[in-house]
């Protein structure tokens, strides 16, 4: 029998794990049943070329009446000089035929992309749709498990283990003893997925987190339904976060520094309602720009064709004014946050500084203080929903810089004095309209949670943005 060769893996771009020692386990945590039940969510992706073929794995993140979703790493279905030929899918509950799959999105000539594959026709009926873990923070030193397909073992569906070493900016960074063949797979904390495996050097591999690879996947438009206090609302199918009822510290408190208009500290209640996770993006935009046929937004060029918007897409837009993101906002069923909302989004019920907490902004908890020379503005911006340690208490990204956020409030210097302690609304009138959250080019004082900005309504500037909320139902 002809055997094909396999392509060599000839970069560490791409997921190249030098192999030490397979570690074959299975979690105390785990049953044998749910370890099986698990296994039928992750599939053996191989994509066939000229001169060979690449094996990878992927796994279930969607499925529709006809079609399943499966995502893994780009590299798996990407060939240095040509596409491939053909890409097959082979399922655990059905392991002796694979069934031929198409690319529905790709993060192109990214050695860290995602790709999506769809397969449809005669698909496997007992499958899983594993499930996203974006609660749990890590500290390093956790164990996970990856199931996939190395190459030297020779085992399909391989059990192995590895040590999360913590995370350097938007990279999940971890140690193991897995190979190539696991390129795409599921790393998998008590049985839920929390990274994609992307790339290694020796023993040490990054992944791709699930904030960012879920991110990716709601702006594809493909998850399942969120689970653990998220909801996907209105017609941009995005997940917002529940902030309950109650009272919360706004403004600055005597004694401490800050503007006079962000005093005097009251404590505020405002009704249960709901709040975008993360700005609104260049790709969501684009979208409702192709729809409504909307002003395009300033510097709208550096992300307007194809290729660029394939680069810059989960970043947020820039050079919308506060009219622009109000349409928007309408567009999708939401309105913009009032100042309040705002705030107790960004700082909770305690009051603190900043959304992570007391501590000084640091480069693994904001995009700030880039320089604000650059040209192509889109270059210092920071892909929407990467600051794990920054996320406010509720889990909201990027609420300290990267875009400064239009509210719905007008300005006015003393409303915190004047203004009602229950659902404030703002001004009824006025010039200017409010701005929070500082940018990529704030300085930290700007990044506090209680800090306010005033602008015109009518400006677009390089590093202003926004995000949706709604009234929750």
Same mark, same amino acid.
């Given at each position: 029998?002809?055997?094909?060769?396999? @392509?060599?893996?000839?970069?560490?771009?791409?997921?190249?794990?030098?192999?030490?020692?397979?570690?074959? !386990?299975?979690?105390?945590?785990?049953?044998? !049943?749910? +370890?099986?039940?698990?296994?039928?969510?992750?599939?053996?992706?191989?994509?066939?070329?000229?001169?060979?073929?690449?094996?990878?794995?992927?796994?279930? =993140?969607?499925?529709?009446?006809?079609?399943?979703?499966?995502?893994?790493?780009?590299? =798996?279905?990407?060939?240095?000089?040509?596409?491939? /030929?053909? +890409?097959?899918? #082979?399922?655990?509950?059905?392991?002796?035929?694979?069934?031929?799959?198409?690319?529905?999105? $790709?993060?192109?000539? *990214?050695?860290?992309?995602?790709?999506?594959?769809?397969?449809?026709?005669?698909?496997?009926?007992?499958?899983?749709? %594993?499930?996203?873990?974006?609660?749990?923070?890590?500290?390093?030193?956790?164990?996970?498990?990856?199931?996939?397909?190395?190459?030297?073992?020779?085992?399909?569906?391989?059990?192995?283990?590895?040590?999360?070493?913590?995370?350097?900016?938007?990279?999940?960074?971890?140690?193991?003893?897995?190979?190539?063949?696991?390129?795409?797979?599921?790393?998998?904390? /008590?049985?839920? =997925?929390?990274?994609?495996?992307?790339?290694?050097?020796?023993?040490?591999?990054?992944?791709?987190?699930?904030?960012?690879?879920?991110? #990716? @996947?709601?702006?594809? @438009?493909?998850?399942?339904? %969120?689970?653990?206090?998220?909801?996907?609302?209105?017609?941009?199918?995005?997940?917002?976060? =529940?902030?309950?009822?109650?009272?919360?510290?706004?403004?600055?408190?005597?004694?401490?520094?800050?503007?006079?208009?962000?005093?005097?500290?009251?404590?505020?209640?405002?009704?249960?309602?709901?709040?975008?996770?993360?700005?609104?993006? !260049?790709?969501?935009?684009?979208?409702?720009?192709?729809? #409504?046929?909307?002003?395009?937004?300033?510097?709208?060029?550096?992300?307007?064709?194809?290729?660029?918007?394939?680069?810059?897409?989960?970043?947020?837009?820039?050079?919308?004014?506060?009219?622009?993101?109000?349409?928007?906002?309408?567009?999708?069923? $939401?309105? @913009?946050?009032?100042?309040?909302?705002?705030?107790?989004?960004?700082?909770?019920?305690?009051?603190?500084?900043?959304?992570?907490?007391?501590?000084?902004?640091?480069?693994?908890?904001?995009?700030?203080?880039? *320089?604000?020379?650059?040209?192509?503005?889109?270059?210092?911006?920071?892909?929407?929903?990467?600051?794990?340690?920054?996320?406010?208490?509720?889990?909201?990204?990027?609420?300290?810089?990267?875009?400064?956020?239009?509210?719905?409030?007008?300005?006015?210097?003393?409303?915190?004095?004047?203004?009602?302690? $229950?659902?404030?609304?703002?001004?009824? /009138?006025?010039?200017?309209?409010?701005?929070?959250?500082?940018?990529?080019?704030?300085?930290?004082?700007?990044?506090?949670?209680?800090?306010?900005?005033?602008?015109?309504?009518?400006?677009?500037?390089?590093?202003?943005?926004?995000?949706?909320?709604?009234?929750?139902?």
């Amino acid at each position: 029998m002809h055997r094909v060769k396999d @392509l060599p893996m000839v970069s560490i771009r791409f997921l190249v794990f030098f192999l030490v020692g397979m570690v074959v !386990v299975v979690s105390p945590v785990w049953s044998e !049943v749910s +370890i099986n039940t698990l296994k039928k969510g992750v599939v053996k992706v191989t994509a066939q070329f000229t001169q060979g073929r690449k094996v990878g794995t992927g796994f279930i =993140v969607g499925q529709s009446q006809k079609n399943l979703f499966v995502v893994t790493a780009s590299h =798996v279905v990407e060939g240095e000089v040509e596409p491939p /030929q053909s +890409i097959t899918l #082979t399922f655990f509950t059905r392991q002796e035929d694979s069934l031929v799959a198409q690319v529905v999105k $790709k993060e192109g000539g *990214d050695s860290r992309g995602l790709a999506l594959l769809k397969v449809g026709g005669d698909i496997p009926q007992d499958v899983e749709i %594993l499930e996203w873990d974006s609660k749990t923070r890590f500290q390093g030193g956790e164990e996970f498990q990856l199931i996939g397909f190395p190459r030297i073992s020779g085992i399909p569906w391989t059990v192995t283990k590895g040590i999360i070493s913590g995370f350097e900016g938007q990279i999940l960074k971890f140690s193991g003893a897995v190979e190539e063949g696991n390129s795409g797979g599921p790393l998998l904390y /008590q049985g839920k =997925v929390i990274g994609v495996a992307m790339e290694v050097t020796g023993q040490f591999g990054s992944a791709k987190p699930t904030q960012i690879a879920k991110f #990716t @996947l709601d702006n594809w @438009l493909v998850l399942p339904e %969120l689970t653990g206090g998220e909801e996907k609302q209105g017609r941009d199918d995005v997940p917002m976060v =529940v902030i309950p009822a109650g009272e919360f510290l706004m403004g600055k408190a005597e004694g401490l520094d800050g503007g006079p208009d962000e005093k005097p500290q009251r404590s505020i209640f405002l009704d249960a309602f709901s709040i975008d996770v993360y700005e609104v993006t !260049v790709e969501q935009y684009h979208r409702f720009v192709r729809a #409504t046929g909307q002003q395009i937004p300033k510097y709208w060029d550096q992300v307007n064709d194809e290729v660029s918007r394939a680069r810059f897409g989960t970043k947020p837009v820039v050079g919308v004014s506060w009219f622009d993101a109000n349409a928007y906002c309408k567009w999708v069923g $939401k309105r @913009l946050p009032t100042e309040a909302e705002w705030e107790k989004a960004a700082r909770g019920e305690d009051g603190r500084f900043f959304p992570w907490g007391n501590d000084a902004p640091g480069k693994k908890s904001a995009n700030f203080e880039q *320089d604000p020379t650059e040209l192509v503005y889109a270059e210092r911006l920071t892909p929407a929903g990467i600051f794990e340690p920054g996320r406010s208490a509720y889990g909201l990204f990027d609420m300290a810089g990267n875009v400064w956020e239009w509210v719905n409030d007008w300005y006015s210097e003393n409303y915190y004095r004047v203004g009602p302690l $229950k659902n404030p609304p703002g001004p009824p /009138q006025g010039i200017v309209k409010v701005l929070r959250g500082g940018s990529w080019k704030s300085k930290e004082r700007h990044l506090r949670t209680e800090n306010r900005r005033d602008f015109s309504p009518n400006r677009r500037e390089p590093d202003l943005g926004f995000r949706c909320a709604r009234n929750a139902s």
